[in-house]
């Protein structure tokens, strides 16, 4: 008897990237489903968390009542106040990432390709908001720039992706080869999508979970390159 499959939705792809923050790292989470990680550390592990905008040591994603719009996260959502947050300049947050002190970068990404090439980024239009950037943000239907990710995906000590496994219109967006511009090359790690956990490895792609009801075959047939599939394959814990 087949399992019904079921889709990790947002908040779940990103309790599973929690997983794989260690105590004590510094981490940086991209716009998207990345910032949602920070509501997810496990209890008793110290995550040190980095804005390229200026922040280390934030909290979680902010209740509207309790919102600081002057503080927020990558996804321009408020996040709250941790014990010894501290905040500087631009600059300084990237010396950071660029001096090699970001352990983990997690970002969203539209491709990734069978070597760990990743591509994240396009160039949007704000003509029609007079270049207003508040207001091109707040119709929700902005592209992804480049913010920081070439700096992260190029010096961060490792690279997760987290995203949907298919674009909306259901083609694959891990792939053999970008089609979109690189952000950086064979720079990902570590996929985590809505049905599948895969490692990516100098001898290729490789399943490590499924998500509830998914077999490795479903898997495949929504990923270009060709899996490995790992003698050690599980259903996605959280």
């Known amino acids: 008897m087949n399992m019904p499959k079921h889709r990790l939705d947002e908040q779940t792809i990103a309790m599973r990237v929690a997983r794989e923050f260690q105590n004590g790292m510094y981490v940086n989470l991209g716009g998207g489903i990345p910032t949602l990680a920070a509501n997810f550390v496990a209890e008793g592990r110290e995550v040190v968390f980095h804005t390229e905008n200026g922040g280390l040591g934030y909290g979680g994603i902010a209740a509207t009542e309790e919102a600081d719009w002057d503080m927020f996260n990558a996804s321009f959502q408020p996040v709250t106040y941790a014990p010894g947050m501290s905040f500087f300049s631009h600059d300084e947050a990237f010396d950071m990432i660029r001096g090699g002190k970001i352990d983990l970068s997690v970002l969203g990404a539209m491709q990734v390709s069978e070597k760990g090439d990743l591509a994240n980024w396009a160039i949007g239009n704000m003509a029609d908001y007079n270049g207003d950037v508040v207001a091109w943000i707040r119709t929700g239907r902005f592209p992804p720039g480049i913010g ?49 956990v895969i490692e990516v490895t100098p001898q290729g792609l490789v399943l490590k979970e499924t998500a509830p009801g998914f077999t490795p075959e479903d898997v495949q047939a929504e990923t270009e390159p060709i899996l490995k599939i790992d003698p050690a394959l599980k259903e996605i814990q959280l």
Request: glycine letters at 2%.
């Open 148 to 196: 920081g990710a070439m700096d992260l995906a190029a010096a961060a000590k490792k690279v997760i992706v987290a995203m949907k496994h298919v674009t909306n219109k259901n083609e694959p967006k891990i792939v053999r080869k970008c089609t979109y511009e690189i952000t950086a090359p064979r720079c990902v790690s570590l996929i985590i999508t809505d049905i599948a």
